[in-house]
């Protein structure tokens, strides 16, 4: 009698970019049985501009941090996931959030992906537990949103696509429960005019710290933008003013690492945010600590439990493609394509590698080294050259011309062996 071949079961957490990307290679395979749920009723995740900042339709905390006028903060070029190339902006080389989420719409109807996702649904627990086989699998108790029901259902394989930027992130600032303003977190910031006529304090100059105060600038008096980096080049608007970090506040006033103080009216933390796996039960092994999630070989795969992944977690990176590579070398894996080196070799390789722990999946330049490594194991195609070259045009571009890199026009050489970012006169 021919043998049945049971098809794995697996269940992927959240209908965001990487959920959809996982649903994308796992749908066609028939070597499994998909399931995607997302807590809302739509796909995008962070793409999904709400203009609430409390609580969403279903009362659920609102997840999205995207703000109105928002354009990407890369170019549209280098986000296109590599087998679907179809968010072509050239110039201005960025583009506003509603074309991502277009884009991210036209993804799931290509590949056919709806019918895959139940919306409205939220996952409460992941259980590891063993089947009678004496196989590792997991109990995952799922809530519609709507009726509040709930149920249990077992899964082989679990990808973990919840997003990394929905649980905001406040350092403790001595004395901030007597700052005499208003407190806010870049999660909640969505127009400036919310802002008209006051002095804002942002704390934190990464990505959205600049890109709220570039936002602000027209609208607030004043803008203390507050950091220990390396300054920012001169071209900023003339009410944005650099200061470095904060100590503390006292007596109504900001006092800053250098002993000096500023007022505000309001003090906005542009200081990033939490992983958080609220339902991840603690026997699935995973811990974070100080934002640093432990034990994961890659990044990516729970090294105790590898039926189990984490997509995204790695940070300053290209997110879309690195997704495409992280979710087929997990499908290798399971797929006995690729095999996981020995647990010693995955516990060294997971070590933290830089001075804090908050800063461990912080790859930057390192990304791409990353990605090829994920394909060469997995023996699939690495990312076409022009990922790499368009982010280092891009992130030279945006060191020069802060204030115009966003316009700036998208140019391949036709060998595709070079990439320019050319702001228009
Ligand atoms: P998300 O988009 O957060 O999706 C996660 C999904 O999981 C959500 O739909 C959520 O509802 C669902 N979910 C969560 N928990 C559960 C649960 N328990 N049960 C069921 N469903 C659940 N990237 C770029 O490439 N370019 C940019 O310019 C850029 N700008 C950004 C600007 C801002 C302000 C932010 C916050 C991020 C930006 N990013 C940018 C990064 C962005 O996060 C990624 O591009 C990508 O969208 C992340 O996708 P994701 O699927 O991992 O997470």
Known sequence: MAEVVRRKKVCVIGAGAAGLCAAR????????????????????GTWVYKEATEVDENGLPVHSSMYRDLRTNLPAKIMNFPDYQRLNAVE????????????????????????YIQFGTRIESVRLQVSAEGEEEWAVRTKIMKTKEEKEIIFNVIMICNGHYFDPYMP???????FPGMIVHS????????????????????????????????????????????????????NIIEVLGVEKIE???IFLKDQSSVTADIF????????????LDENCGIRVDDNFITPLYKHLINIDHPTMCIVGVPTVVV????????????????????????????????????????HAHKLMDKQWDYNNSL???????????????????????????????????FVISEDEESVELVIPK
């Open 25 to 44: 290679h796992f749908a066609p395979n028939l070597n499994f049985e998909l399931k995607v749920f997302e807590q809302t009723n739509d796909i995008g």
């Open 92 to 115: 201005p080389c960025c583009v506003s959030h509603q074309e991502v989420r277009s884009y991210l719409q036209n993804y799931a109807d290509h590949f056919n992906l709806f019918k």
């Open 172 to 178: 403790k600032i001595p004395g901030i429960e007597k």
């Open 187 to 238: 999660h909640s910031y969505r127009k400036p005019e919310d802002f008209s006529g006051k002095s804002v304090l942002i704390l934190g100059a990464a990505a959205s710290g600049v890109d709220i105060a570039l936002d602000l600038a027209n609208h607030a008096i004043r803008i203390y933008l507050s950091h220990n980096n390396e300054r920012l080049n001169g071209s900023l608007p003339s």
């Open 251 to 253: 007596e109504g006033k």
């Open 268 to 279: 906005m933390f542009c200081t990033g945010y939490r992983y958080s796996f609220p339902f």
């Open 319 to 358: 997110p879309f493609p690195m997704f495409h590579m992280q979710i087929q070398y997990f499908l290798a894996l399971l797929e006995k394509r690729a095999s996981l080196p020995t647990k010693l070799i995955m516990l060294e390789n997971s070590k933290l590698k830089t001075s804090k722990k908050r």
């Open 375 to 409: 394909a060469d194991a997995g023996g699939f195609d690495r990312l076409p050259k022009f990922y790499k070259l368009g982010y280092e045009a891009w992130s030279a571009q945006r060191k020069a011309n802060l204030l115009n890199y966003k316009r700036a026009r």
